[in-house]
């Protein structure tokens, strides 16, 4: 038998030694694009949609910025369809429409669930003050075009003329032939429709990747995508109605699920001493004057957009109707009311705790 050679065995040592390595460095560059993600590195990306900034802050598998994009594209879809305002938009047309006016199974589907939330709280919540909300100038600009924009307080008859043509119980829905009448009045989603856009958000943020985490959050409403870094809390400051951004009158602590806050402070303007804001009382026709910022955590973003609105809405004098009915529907509240008290259900303690 021939001996082999050693300079031969040396030349495989080495090939077979740089095989080796080089898998290695391999599997580990594998490794890192897979799971560098998982473990909490966090992106950022903001854009201007619903007059307000929305911020999405996600780790994900998937490039964060296609995720964030996607989400953005479709919160521009909803602005874009739902403004009453905008000669173009699905609701426009409805509210113009006079008479019966067939609608797209999302339009149909909307309009069922914020008729489903007037009737549970009693019509505190009102998708139909699209009359009222125009004729005080709240839908005209926003927080920051306020100022000096010449804002004038409505005589009480325009209040009482547009109350006429408000309520929701004057909307009719056939929901074989997937139409709408709205009698007149006019449809305003504006109370949940950053909460819709937010389960959008969450949806399409899990298409692409179920194991993402972190949150989307619109001014005033946080939808939580995962725990932070995959297991913790993220920690959510109840902003002080009459603070500066920043300054907190509670706390609370999320896995999951969002919270979002209705307050007196989001578009308002001051004449004579009298601070006039967006949220309109439906049976006054008059800005709600019974809590100064209404918070709702639930599950649900759209239920925790509307029933912040409808609590904001009912105020310290309701209180018992609202700290009854509310968490039947899985939403807990946080209100603060005009002398600056704090009232809360049962089981929002619990999401005051760090460490549940
Ligand atoms: P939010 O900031 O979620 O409380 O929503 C306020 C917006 O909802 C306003 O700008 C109006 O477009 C609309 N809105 C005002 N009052 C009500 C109400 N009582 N019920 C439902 N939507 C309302
Ligand atoms: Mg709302």
Redo the contacts with the bound molecule.
């Keep these: 038998m021939q001996q082999p050679d050693p300079k031969e065995i040396m030349i495989l040592n080495r090939i077979v030694v740089t095989s080796v390595v080089v898998m290695f460095i391999v599997i580990i560059a594998i490794y890192l694009l897979l799971f560098s993600g998982k473990t909490g590195q966090y992106s950022d990306f903001e854009d201007y949609i619903f007059g307000t900034y929305v911020r999405v802050r996600i780790s994900s598998t998937v490039n964060p910025s296609t995720v964030s994009k996607a989400i953005f594209n479709e919160m521009k879809r909803l602005e874009g369809k739902y403004d009453p305002h905008s000669e173009n938009s699905v609701l426009y047309q409805l509210n113009h429409a006079n008479g019966w006016a067939v609608v797209d199974d999302e339009t149909l589907a909307l309009i069922d669930l914020a008729l489903k939330y007037a009737r549970q709280t009693e019509g ?4 139909t ?1 699209g009359r009222l ?1 125009d004729t005080w100038g ?2 005209k600009f926003t927080q920051h075009e306020a100022e000096g924009s010449g804002f004038v307080v409505p005589t009480m008859s325009e209040i009482q003329e547009e109350l006429v043509n408000s309520g929701y119980n004057k909307v009719a829905v056939d929901y074989v032939g997937k139409k709408v009448n709205t009698n007149g009045v006019w449809i ?1 989603l ?3 429709l ?1 909460g819709y856009a937010l389960k959008r958000a969450y949806q399409i943020a899990k298409e692409y990747d179920t194991k993402c985490h972190g949150f989307v959050e619109t001014g ?1 409403q946080i939808m939580i995508l995962g725990p932070k870094y995959n297991k913790a809390n993220w920690v959510i400051g109840i902003r002080d109605p009459r603070g500066q951004p920043g300054e907190n009158v509670g706390m609370v602590y999320l896995k999951e699920g969002s919270i ?1 806050t ?1 307050g007196d402070y ?2 308002f303007f001051i004449v004579d001493g009298v601070r006039y804001h ?5 049976k006054s026709g008059l800005p ?1 004057n019974g809590a100064i910022s209404a918070t709702i955590i639930s599950s649900d973003p759209v239920v925790a ?1 509307a029933f ?3 609590a ?2 009912l105020g310290e004098k309701s209180w018992l109707f609202t700290r009854t009915v509310f968490p039947k529907y899985g939403a807990e509240v946080f209100l603060v009311t005009p002398k600056g008290k704090i009232l809360q259900t049962d089981n929002f303690r619990f999401y005051e705790q760090p460490d549940k």
């Excluded at 505190?124 to 998708?127: G, S």
């Excluded at 967006?278 to 439906?282: G, L, R, Y």
Aim: charged fraction near 25%; charge should be negative; hydrophobic fraction near 45%.
């Design positions: 505190a919540f009102d998708p003050l909300v709240f839908s305003d504006g109370g949940m950053k005033g979002a209705s989001e578009r967006h949220i309109i009382d439906p709600a957009d912040s609105t409808a904001f809405v």
